[in-house]
Structures are given as structure tokens and as C-alpha cells.
């Protein structure tokens, strides 16, 4: 499979995933509701979602940054990180976003925002010490890519859920505990519609945060691609994710709710003589896909 492909592959998949995402939201809100006989109870849980989302979009940026403890990059500080940066906007056509920098040995990236025009992209000390420019290249052209395909408010949006999700069933548990308002319903039928709503219902936090991390899997694929396809050169990117995933030790302001916005893991490669290679059960609750997996799709490697 190609580039272009590949970047039309990711892209269905990750709709799709995104589409499932939005049924398990209105399948909880819906089962609650009729848990409760109250069908307000969908419309209030839809609504807070759609609220919640748009809250988080505009102010994503600022609490990613304070997290992971980002400071302004300067032109003469970081030169080739701006300059790089400039010259694939330009190709890329889109405006130079803001550039932050991390003080930390692990090589990392990430890109955050609202839109292309409040849009930064932060990298480790580490990752501007280590990288050749054909590296740097890749890696800007990765989070320039993220810009470009509005991947900020798509993880934004499946993060959130994620979360509202995992707070809804969670005040269903405790309001169920204490034995609140439920249905009176007789029948085999309605008792056993009641236990699968149940279910479902204490299953939909796990569902909605395998399908979080997914989107988040697709999303880097589908980065990769373009970021070969902007720079015309894939053995950049490729080459910079065998030193990221080379890198074993954590960063130190490594945070779970931030993880996904990375170029790399960073809580470190558990694997890095193999590049971050991991059984099947490993790769489903990761939030990046392996970085062999990624190296080979780049590299053309079936």
C-alpha cells in the first residue's frame, strides 16, 4: 500500500471510529434514561457533551502547555527549529504555528491547538539536540500534518468523551447504589433489557477508552503519511522514530491526560532493543502504535 492510500485508509477508519464513539455516548444517555424513565436524561448528557467539547477546544492549548511545562522557543535560541519549521509552512501552506519548547533529555514532539491559525508545536531540548535537519524535518512534518488535518480537535473531542463517558457511568453507579429512581417494569423482557443496560452502562468507560486510544493510533498513521509526503522524504521520519523509540527513559513531565498528543510514548519504550515492539494486548490500551509498525509503513515494508 502506498502513501496516498494509506492517508485515504486512515482516514475512513478514523471516522468510523469516531462515529462509534458518538454511539456509546448516546447509547449510555439513552440507557440511563430509560433506566430512569426520563428521556430529559439524553438530551441533558448530549448536551453536556456538545458543551463540555467546545470548552476543551478552545482551551486545550493552554492546559496542555502548562502540563507538560512549555516554555516560548526564540529564534536565536532554536534556530533550525524555527527555520525548519517556516519552510515546511510554506510548502504545507499553512501559517507558522507558535513554538514551545520542553526542557527534558527524552526526544518527544507534539502539537496542540484549536485551529491552524491557534495552532503550537512543542519539542523536547532533547529531541532538537538529537535530530540530523532530515530528522527534524520529519518530525515538524509529523505535527505540521496533525495541523493540517485538524487532528487537535478530533483527539480533543474523542478525549473528552472519553472522560464524560467514564463520569456519567460513574454517577449512574453511585446513584444506582443508593437505589434512585428506577424503572418498575414487569416483565421478562424489560427486567432483562434493565440488566443489559446495566452492562453496558459499567462496560461503556472501557469501550469508549479503546476506542480513545484507536482513534489516537489511527491518527499517527495517518500523520506519518503526510509527513512523508510533505517532506518527500519518509527515511527522515523513520529514522527519527528509531531514536525516539530507542529512547527508554521517561520524560519527566510524562502525563497520561497528554500522552496521546505525542509524536512518541512518553513514558519510554518498554522494548527499545526492538523499537517499542508489543504482544496484541499492549497495543490496544497504547495510545501510539508501534514504532516497527510505523518504520515499516514508511519504509514500504509489508
Known amino acids: 500500500m502506498n502513501l496516498y492510500a494509506q492517508r485515504a485508509s486512515n482516514i475512513r477508519r478514523t471516522w468510523a471510529l469516531v462515529a462509534g464513539f458518538l454511539v456509546v455516548v448516546i447509547a449510555v444517555g439513552y440507557a440511563i434514561s430509560w433506566y430512569y424513565n426520563d428521556t430529559s436524561i439524553l438530551y441533558i448528557a448530549i448536551f453536556i457533551a456538545v458543551a463540555t467539547n467546545f470548552y476543551a477546544y478552545w482551551e486545550s492549548d493552554k492546559l496542555v502547555l502548562s502540563l507538560s511545562h512549555a516554555r516560548p522557543a526564540t529564534r536565536d535560541e532554536f534556530f533550525d527549529f524555527y527555520t ?45 539536540t538529537m535530530m540530523t535537519r532530515p530528522e527534524l524535518e520529519g518530525v515538524i512534518g509529523h505535527e505540521l500534518s496533525h495541523i493540517k488535518n485538524s487532528d487537535m480537535l478530533l483527539m480533543t473531542i474523542t478525549v473528552v468523551l472519553a472522560g464524560f463517558v467514564a463520569i456519567i457511568a460513574d454517577i449512574f453507579l453511585r446513584m444506582s447504589f443508593f437505589g434512585g429512581g428506577q424503572r418498575d417494569d414487569d416483565g421478562v423482557g424489560n427486567a432483562l433489557f434493565m440488566v443489559l443496560a446495566v452492562v453496558g452502562i459499567i462496560l461503556a468507560p472501557f469501550a469508549a477508552k479503546l476506542i480513545e486510544m484507536a482513534v489516537s493510533r489511527r491518527r499517527e498513521y495517518l500523520a506519518d503519511a503526510s509527513a512523508a509526503l510533505l517532506t518527500r522524504y519518509p527515511d527522515g521520519l523513520a529514522s527519527a522514530l528509531e531514536k525516539i523509540g530507542g529512547y527508554a527513559t521517561p520524560m519527566r513531565s510524562a502525563n497520561l491526560a497528554t500522552a496521546h498528543l505525542f509524536i512518541g510514548d512518553p513514558f519510554g519504550s518498554k522494548s527499545a532493543k526492538d523499537g517499542g515492539s508489543s504482544g496484541w494486548i499492549e497495543r490496544m490500551f497504547s495510545t501510539h502504535p508501534p514504532v516497527v509498525d510505523r518504520i515499516r509503513a514508511l519504509r514500504g515494508v509489508q
Open 84 to 128: 525548519v519549521t517556516e519552510n515546511l509552512c510554506i510548502t504545507a501552506g499553512l501559517p507558522r504555528p507558535k513554538l514551545y519548547v520542553i526542557d527534558d533529555p527524552a526526544p518527544n514532539a507534539f502539537a496542540t491547538g484549536r485551529d491552524e491559525k491557534h495552532a503550537v508545536v512543542c519539542a523536547t531540548t532533547g529531541l532538537l
